[in-house]
Antibody, heavy 120, light 110 residues
């Protein structure tokens, strides 16, 4: 059974930093592109970033470019999101998600989400 | 990277069909046949219902179907059921390895 479990969400002050983790199991993690998607309180989904299966390529939404960094450790089956220079508008539930096995352009499994609150 | 435009809400009675539109631009929806649709119940993670415009993942009811015309993609739910009441989001590949979600549509079963 595919499982994605996020951790690391917490309250952080504006300008602060935080690292989210996503532990993957039930599939060959090193064979899949992975994504982060966020959802602000009462708001819609926003695509944040994705990383290639071997970690050699990354892409970001303009709203987070230069502040958030996606990475992965295939030996530990874990996806990361390093979040720096955090702002109030970064407050959201952050989901990690797996790219589809038959098509890389959709997300077929999602974690339960980790809440990040940016506030003083 | 502007969000794709969806109606805020759509409603229908049990057994009816409803259609949710998703309007983008020639840089995203219109340029790729790579629109996916997600269903999200309150407090839950999203679930993919349609990918590559019209393909259904295994286990998704055939009451859900997708299509595209120009810069607008659509999700149709036939034979509406109470369990279909949820938020629905479209998502399109937008080039340069980026993606964009729609604004979301709340579906209410009357």
């Amino acid at each position: 059974e595919v499982q994605l479990v996020e951790s690391g969400g917490t309250l952080v002050q504006p300008g602060g930093s935080l690292r989210l983790s996503c532990a993957a199991s039930g599939f060959t993690f090193s064979s899949y592109w992975m994504h982060w998607v966020r959802q602000g309180p009462g708001k819609g989904l926003e695509w944040v970033s994705r990383i290639k299966s071997d970690g050699s390529y990354t892409a970001y939404a303009d709203s987070v470019k230069g502040r958030l960094t996606i990475s992965r450790d295939n030996a530990k089956n874990t996806l990361y999101l390093q979040m720096n220079s955090l702002r109030g508008e970064d407050t959201a539930v952050y989901y990690c998600a797996r790219a589809g096995s038959s098509s890389w352009y959709h997300l077929d499994y999602w974690g339960q989400g980790a809440l990040v609150t940016v506030s003083s | 990277q502007s969000a794709l435009t969806q109606p805020a809400s759509v409603s229908g009675s049990p057994g009816q069909s409803i259609t949710i539109s998703c309007t983008g631009t020639s840089s995203d929806v219109g340029n790729y046949n790579l629109v996916s649709w997600y269903q999200q119940h309150p407090g839950k993670a999203p679930k993919v219902m349609i990918y590559e415009g019209s393909k259904r993942p295994s286990g998704v009811s055939d009451r859900f179907s997708g299509s595209k015309s120009g810069n607008t993609a659509s999700l149709t739910i036939s034979g509406l059921q109470a369990e279909d009441e949820a938020d629905y989001y479209c998502c399109s590949y937008a080039g340069s390895s980026t993606f964009v979600f729609g604004t979301g549509t709340k579906v209410t079963v009357l």
